[in-house]
């Protein structure tokens, strides 16, 4: 990784995304769709009148819950058959519980969606502690989303640009974090090797909401997450001035961001 100056391209990093994954069998990575096909029956008759769970792996009122529970009343109309779909929060490392509890709890009936930090892929490729499922026997069904991750600031810290980050004469921006493998942490981790910048994670949230608890009672000074999140969850923070972003994560400009925050820097790929 090179370090670059504040105008050129600067790292490459993994757009957030919110993934559906349909449990399956750990060692065949079989899903039901073939047991559909052999007893004849269609996907309208297996679903109708049943419960479909959707396993969030953060806690409520994040924006990984926030699009899923958007998710799920829409799909309970487009899905064959009409079923039910119930949203459960299973928060805990950074969703990695709720992934390990998909691939190896969770029944291959197609009746369970997990909902998980793409990240978590990422960590078994690299070898990341705790991972005890193999993402290549999942049923992945796709991801809804594809954002931008801002470090948004409470208005009165002394953070206020790109070039603020990396000043010692100023106390440490004080972020909060749920836990590797998520943008709360690993957004702020580089700004911190790459450029200096002067953080210190307050890790172990269970969520985006809990961290925004934390903002507003001065725990903590910000957090770095979607902007989509920003949008959905927090409007009340953009609509009093309560929070400036100092930079963002984009592959391309974001016009949302920059219209509301023009000195934002943005982090693009390289």
Known sequence: MTKRSLGSGMWFIIPAMLLLVGACSPRTGAAPSGQLRASGESVADFYRGK?????VGFAPGGGFDATARIMSSHMAKHVPGNPNIIVENMDGAASLIAANHLYNLAKPDGLTIGVFNEAQVVNQA?????????????GWLGNVQKVNTACTVRADSPYSTMQDLSRRDLPPLVLGSVGPGTATDEFPKILSSVFGANIRLVSGYGGTAPIRLAVESREVDGLCWAWDSVLGTARNWLETNYIKVPV???VEPDERIMSRFPTAVRAIAD
């Open 248 to 250: 963002y994560q984009g």
């Open 51 to 55: 419960t479909v769970t959707m396993i």
């Open 126 to 138: 690299t070898g990341g502690e705790g991972i005890a499922f193999d993402a290549r026997k999942f």
